[in-house]
């Protein structure tokens, strides 16, 4: 399985950016996805997690009410949308999955397969 996210970019505070992750391979074998993200000199952290379905969804509280996950199983294809983007969200965000139909495990271990990472920057 690969993973390739893409999306990011430098916005300024307050606006919207939407991140999409494109699997291929063994896509099969994927229940679970979900984004993460790293910013300079912090530990990899959960943002969100979907459902093979797209029925159910899990978020961070600091990202709750702004960003909304979603999924196209006939593109292989998750995508983050990212609004009232703040100064703090700026990382690299990783896309995830996993074989595990569990959505609501936060840990970056629990996760099978990753993507490359795309930067996201926001500015005052």
């Known amino acids: 399985v690969q993973l390739q996210a893409s999306g990011g970019g430098l916005v300024q505070a307050g606006d919207s950016l939407r991140l999409s992750c494109a699997a291929s391979g063994r896509t099969g074998t994927i229940n679970a996805m979900a984004w993460f993200r790293q910013a300079p000199g912090k530990e990899r952290e959960f943002v969100a997690a979907?459902?093979?379905?797209?029925?159910?969804?899990y978020y961070a509280d600091s990202v709750k009410a702004r960003f909304t996950i979603s999924r196209d199983n006939a593109k292989n294809t998750v995508y983050l949308q990212m609004n009232s983007l703040k100064l703090e969200d700026t990382a690299v965000y990783y896309c995830?999955?996993?074989?595990?139909?569990?959505?609501?495990?936060?840990?970056?271990?629990?996760?099978?397969?990753w993507g490359q990472g795309t930067q996201v920057t926001v500015s005052s």
């Open positions: 995830a999955g996993k074989w595990s139909v569990v959505i609501t495990t936060i840990a970056s271990v629990a996760y099978d397969y």
């Open positions: 979907i459902s093979r379905s797209g029925g159910s969804t």
